[in-house]
């Protein structure tokens, strides 16, 4: 028996999605615990592509239940939209919950942080715009709509006329916009409320029934730790915490269940949206990078922003997460380097920075010290085994384990799932200390 937390290393995009349907093999019960439809997931299965954005990609798998946590934020006509999208698919939805007590994306949550985020001008965060923050901004204020109360219509009318008339004073008064009407509204997530209420329960309650009856649980965080809301690049975060601890609040479970935690970082580094990026290449290389990785926004569209690894983001979420180990993405693509470099610490105003600095203003300023590696220049996305990487490719990764002193036990060299080296069972293999020798990081 097993209870690991996935997340994301970097600025998310890392490839979560990817690595969640492979350790969901398995899983008895995967659970989305953070975030809403800002994330997005890309998994490739043989010749189908599935783009998930609420729903668990542990969903692929017809045995494995599927939780979506209180900590996540909906919005029903998404959700609806990525169940019909199964569906048409041949995939059942029928082992899918959601928690009663997950807030609800409305309207006028979209419609705010579309015009909040034009208003910030030049100091933009880069909000996808679907209405996230104001979201859990409203949950914080405590007058948001849970699902439990779409399944109330007479409770839902009474908070949607009062609610909407406080939220009409801001579109109209503060933004210029046209108000919404009440009893659209109403009509419209009174819909939406008979679709989702089969999948509504206590999800707290039921994986800690699972737990206890010894099952696997992966939970799935989404975005990436410098995105968390605490622990990120303030203020270029998302409004929740993909971090391992997010995964006990946005789930309902105590910390002593927890095992082990596991983080996903691509081979280079991505970055979407605003904020500082001291490794971003905006050359050459960068664009064959994003041209490699296809590196577009599952969400949005929009281009990743990518440069060279930065092993001291890296080392940052093995500490704020407590890795136990990482699964490294997208090796391949740094296939036809001739040299690759690596970020190993940053020059602040002229002094060594190891360390993630506090502020962005500061961050800005940071330059990267970077290690120059040989590239292999031959294809690896045939691999299958540590001994059929070239020598280049494994000294590599071998050096971004001792850099930030965790064990790698993943390798992915591709979309599809074929495409993966297992080095160690990171679910039921060894703990983090016995993947040692001589106080060495290796590869396993």
């Known amino acids: 028996m097993a209870n690991v937390v996935v997340i994301g290393a970097q600025w998310g995009d890392e490839g979560k999605g990817k690595i969640t349907d492979l350790l969901s093999k398995s899983a008895d019960v995967v659970v989305r615990y953070q975030g809403g439809v800002n994330a997005g997931h890309t998994v490739v299965v043989k010749d189908q592509t599935f783009k998930l954005h609420l729903i668990p990609s542990g969903i692929l798998y017809p045995e494995t239940e599927c939780v979506i946590g209180s900590g996540t934020v909906i919005d029903p006509a998404a959700l609806i939209g990525e169940l019909d999208q199964l569906d048409d698919l041949g995939i059942s939805s029928s082992n899918l919950f959601i928690s009663h007590a997950a807030h609800i994306t409305m309207p006028y949550h979209r419609l705010i942080d579309q015009a909040a985020e034009e208003r910030r001008g030049h100091n933009k965060i880069g909000t996808t715009k679907r209405g996230i923050g104001p979201t859990y901004a409203d949950k914080s204020e405590r007058i948001g709509l849970r699902m439990i109360d779409l399944l109330d219509h007479h409770n839902l009318a009474e908070q949607i006329k009062w609610v909407i008339d406080y939220k009409n004073g801001i579109l109209e008064k503060l933004y210029d916009i046209a108000p919404l009407n009440p009893n659209a509204v109403l009509a419209e997530y009174s819909i939406y409320a008979e679709r989702l209420r089969p999948h509504v329960t206590d999800s707290s309650l039921h994986v800690y029934k699972a737990i206890q009856q010894r099952k696997n649980v992966l939970f799935e965080g989404a975005q990436g730790t410098l995105l968390d809301l605490d622990h990120g690049t303030y203020p270029y975060v998302t409004s929740s915490n993909p971090v391992a601890g997010g995964a006990c609040i946005g789930t309902g479970i105590g910390p002593t269940v927890i095992d082990r935690v596991i983080g996903v970082a691509k081979a280079y580094t991505t970055r979407v949206g605003e904020g500082p990026f001291p490794t971003e290449l905006t050359c050459q290389i960068g664009d064959q990078l994003c041209t490699r990785g296809a590196e577009f926004g599952t969400t949005t569209g929009r281009q990743r922003r990518c440069g060279w690894f930065d092993g001291v983001i890296g080392r940052y979420a093995v500490r704020i997460n407590g890795l136990d180990c990482l699964a490294i993405t997208k090796l391949d693509v740094l296939d036809d380097a001739e040299e690759i470099k690596v970020c190993v610490a940053y020059d602040l105003d002229g002094s060594r920075c190891e360390e993630l600095p506090g502020s962005a203003q500061a961050f800005a300023r940071c330059q990267p010290i970077y290690k120059t590696l040989p590239g292999w ?65 290796r590869v396993a």
Not at 381 to 402: G, I, M, T
């Open 377 to 441: 220049q031959q294809p690896t996305d045939h691999c299958r085994s540590l001994s059929d990487l070239p020598k280049a490719a494994l000294d590599y990764l071998k050096f971004l384990a001792e850099l930030m002193d965790v064990p790698i036990a993943i390798v992915s060299l591709g979309a599809s799932r074929d495409q993966t080296i297992i080095v160690e069972d990171p679910i039921h293999g060894p703990k983090r200390a016995l993947l040692y020798e001589q106080g060495e990081a």
